[in-house]
């Protein structure tokens, strides 16, 4: 009999589209017990795209009609390999008796704050060849191009751009966020491209509509395994008019290249002139990679605190209302200036190497609080923080540990507040 105390494992729908890819083996079980329902949500969506696409594939009259459904298979089976990869690696980590961070206790170590990675601007210069470039006689080599964006299991694409010898960069337009990266995030970019079918080209017809052809594996390389990656194909080779998307060139990005600017990054060149979707790479993309930190934004605390003076005892001056955010420890005279969004009279500068003791409680009726104290110009300058009771002065210290965390793990997002760009509109998944 069951009970609704009694925890089962995960089950699948009988003849769903992840349990027909369970038995085919072509992706990873769920974890035994539904702790990841949005991955798992994500995974069941791509399967469901991915096999309206195989079937939309076939009835395709048009070459446009025909890339894009062919893009939407590369970017549906990248994704249902990174989704089905982290939950493998999540289950590994739970049965390995690791604790998630949402589970630390009082004790456990502080965990970086999580914050949005944008990258925009994209543009990556070509080389054409003196011969190719001034020919003007001859059918154009036209070929489509996109980019591939990983960050984890979160998988995002670019729009499509044409691209023959009349160009001599392919640009991006728009944004493209990731709001829930860590400081560790590496960030995957794979240049995909294919020739464009000619409009007189007759369009592939499966053998059987019942069996679609398969879809290779289009995750972005991992450079510590290999360092070209396979070609990202949608179709098999047995069927050669269908479009076919080669992975051109890649590269990873991380922390260390963010940057509140336009700057130039190397591409691994992963094909050569033979590929028949060849475009004469430089080697290079331009783009702009910012990151924000939630902690530059979200106040890691706010509370009253009384500001005491350099060698001085008892309980301190006014009461400040302090909000303790981003680069600095702001001090109001009162909430109300806080919110109505004023300049603070009272900044303690907060960086990387600031460093932050309890102050005890002392005689003449001296409270607890917290001694922050920062080098300026040669010289350690210390503020103490009066708070009103022990339990305060602790949530406040616990505080300040988690924020140094943050600034110390985000480095340099964490000096300026940079800009982030918001992505353009684009078609909801579906439900």
């Known amino acids: 009999m069951y009970r609704r105390d009694e925890r089962s494992p995960a089950t699948v729908a009988e003849g769903s589209a992840l349990d027909m890819e369970l038995r085919r083996g072509c992706c990873c079980p769920p974890a035994p017990a539904p ?32 890339l894009e459904t062919t893009k939407t298979l590369v970017l549906c089976e990248a994704r249902v390999v990174a989704a089905g990869g982290e939950l493998q690696r999540r289950q590994e980590a739970r049965l390995r008796g690791a604790r998630r961070p949402s589970e630390g206790g009082p004790g456990a170590e502080p965990v970086p704050c999580r914050g949005t990675v944008c990258i925009s601007d994209l543009r990556i210069p070509l080389m054409w060849k003196d011969t190719e470039y001034f020919r003007n006689k001859g059918e154009l080599h036209r070929c489509a191009v996109f980019l591939l964006l990983q960050v984890g299991a979160e998988i995002h694409d670019t729009p499509t751009v044409l691209v023959d010898r009349t160009l001599t960069d392919i640009c991006f337009e728009g944004a493209v966020l990731f709001p829930e990266a860590g400081p560790d995030f590496e960030l995957r970019l794979g240049h995909c491209c294919c020739r464009r079918p000619a409009p007189h080209v007759p369009l592939c017809r ?22 070209h990656g396979p070609p990202v194909s949608p179709m098999s080779p047995a069927v050669p008019r269908c479009p076919r998307f080669q992975l051109l060139a890649h590269t990873t990005l991380s922390l260390a290249q963010v940057h509140d600017g336009f700057r130039t990054h190397d591409l691994v060149i992963a094909a050569d002139e033979q590929s028949p979707c060849w475009v004469p790479l430089y080697g290079r993309v331009c783009c702009r990679l910012a990151a924000r930190p939630s902690c530059m934004d979200t106040p890691a605390a706010t509370g009253t605190l009384r500001l005491q003076a350099p060698g001085a005892e008892g309980p301190g001056g006014a009461p400040l209302f302090c909000v303790l955010r981003g680069p600095g420890l702001l001090c109001y005279g009162s909430t109300g200036e806080a919110e109505a969004g004023e300049g603070a009279p009272l900044t303690i500068a907060v960086t990387k190497d600031t460093r932050v003791r309890a102050l005890q409680p002392g005689g003449r009726g001296q409270p607890p609080g917290v001694a922050v104290t920062n080098r300026l110009g040669g010289e350690e300058v210390t503020h103490g923080l009066l708070a009103e009771s022990a339990a305060e002065a602790q949530r406040w210290l616990q505080a300040w540990g988690q924020h140094l965390c943050d600034l110390a793990q985000w480095k340099q997002c964490c000096e300026e507040l940079m800009r982030i760009e918001e992505p353009p509109p684009r078609r909801p998944p579906a439900p």
Do not use: H, I, K, N
């Open 206 to 227: 499966p053998v059987s509509p019942l069996y679609p052809p398969t879809l290779c594996s289009p995750v972005l390389p991992d450079p510590s395994t290999s360092p």
């Open 35 to 66: 702790q990841e329902p949005e991955l798992q949500r994500a995974l069941e969506r791509a399967l469901r795209v991915r096999e309206g696409a195989r079937r939309l594939l076939p009835a395709c009259s048009r070459p446009e009609q025909a």
